[in-house]
């Protein structure tokens, strides 16, 4: 923790959000834009330097290559949250105008079948409206010469609203208008949650500073600990933590274009950076479902040079000569059960109401995850995508959301 705790100014709140990283502020952002909410949110975080968190540990990209509808239309509300943020923030002169560096994704099929998938995902894609196109070797090599293809079967490539995005400034502005409008955000750890006698709703928390705060709804935006903020109101959460490396470089020899986002048979995946540098990801393929404890982000130097280099360099043979100028490790908050975000309510604790679980792909899926989670608060129900699968029930009812586009 990076301060010492703060009390809350109320001893009751209407809801409370357990996290304040890009998940709770979306969700806390969104409820105070939300002119038929008028309740009072209190956040609640360990360390509101966030320093740690795995919002600021993200690659920061967005993309439209998913397999599932719902997915797609998720990223394109990103991607429009993004491109007019300051409209969505009222008009406000002081929010910076973003945009998208559009250098797409290129998704890499080896062999027939992953070929197939990526087929049948484009036709979802383009039916909701995406860019994505299908190129065989040929067709990749003559577009982007700098890529060894000899064993590519397919690609797909999208670049409208594929990228880079400063997902730093949207969650900046989300925390610093919340909190102006009324937002109360403390520092400090829930280490106790209370239900009624018959177990169906949270009453209150138990900070670690004492203080008992009544709540009328929670939400768990807790990331990787999710399954520590669940377990307190006695639910299970199929969530770990896994670690995840990012490595940028420069090259010898630059490419002359951008680098899409490629991703790599093998997993791994590197992308554009700008001013002549790459950014490569990855993990241990040796180890790939090792969960970590919830501080661990020690950094393997050995990866670069025994798994992930000699994979980029083989697919891009410019990347033969490089050097690392930066590297660190971070968490994906690893639903194992789908690898699609869990949230929605409990279906025996009503009012818990869950938010994590997002595998990877969360920090895209923020604006539209905040605001389908801060209209179920306001209505329970979600007014603008139904975000219906994505909740808690599919779970103990054993269905799973099978997304194919997990990187």
């Not at 806390?28 to 939300?34: E, P, T």
């Amino acid at each position: 923790m990076a301060g010492q705790t703060q009390a809350p100014k109320q001893t009751k709140y209407d809801v409370v959000i357990v996290g304040g990283a890009i998940m709770g502020s979306s969700t806390a952002w969104f409820l105070s834009d939300n002119k038929d909410f008028n309740g009072s949110v209190l956040v609640v975080d360990r360390d509101l330097t966030f320093e740690a968190c795995s919002t600021a540990h993200t690659n920061s990209c967005m993309r439209q290559q998913f397999s599932s509808d719902l997915n797609v239309r998720i990223s394109q509300f990103a991607a429009d949250f993004v491109k007019n943020i300051r409209t969505y923030m009222g008009g406000d002169e002081r929010v910076p105008e973003l945009s998208i560096r559009n250098f797409g994704y290129m998704y890499f099929a080896d062999n027939e079948g992953f070929a197939d998938v990526l087929r049948e995902s484009q036709a979802v894609q383009v039916a909701a409206g995406a860019g994505t196109e299908i190129l065989n070797a040929a067709e990749i090599k003559k577009r982007y010469p700098f890529y060894q293809v000899d064993d590519i079967v397919a690609g797909s490539i999208n670049t409208v609203d594929e990228g880079f995005w400063d997902g730093a400034a949207v969650f900046d502005w989300w925390n610093r208008q919340s909190r102006e409008r009324g937002v109360e955000y403390v520092e400090n750890e829930v280490v106790a949650i209370t239900k009624n006698a018959g177990g169906t709703q949270v009453e209150s928390i138990t900070l670690k500073s004492g203080e008992v705060i009544a709540c009328g709804q929670l939400v768990n935006a807790s990331g990787p600990r999710a399954v520590e903020t669940a377990r307190m109101a006695g639910v299970e959460l199929p969530v770990e933590p896994r670690k995840r490396y990012t490595w940028i470089f420069k090259a010898d020899q630059p490419l002359d274009q951008d680098l899409p986002l490629t991703i790599d048979p093998s997993g791994v995946h590197v992308r554009e950076n700008g001013g002549g540098t790459y950014q490569a990801g990855g993990h241990d393929y040796e180890k790939p479902d090792l969960a970590v404890g919830y501080d661990d982000y020690q950094m393997d130097y050995s990866l670069w040079e025994t798994q992930i280099w000699p994979i980029v360099a083989t697919r891009i043979p410019q990347f033969e000569a490089v050097k690392i100028t930066a590297e660190w490790a971070g968490h994906y908050a690893m639903n194992t059960f789908d690898h699609n975000a869990i949230m929605g309510p409990h279906t025996k604790v009503e009012n818990f109401i869950s938010l994590s679980g997002f595998s990877g792909h969360g920090l895209q899926q923020s604006p539209a995850m905040g605001r389908g989670t801060a209209e179920w608060l306001t209505y329970g129900e979600y007014r603008t995508l139904d975000l219906t699968p994505f909740n808690y029930a599919r779970i103990p009812e054993n269905r799973p959301i099978i997304e194919k586009a997990v990187i």
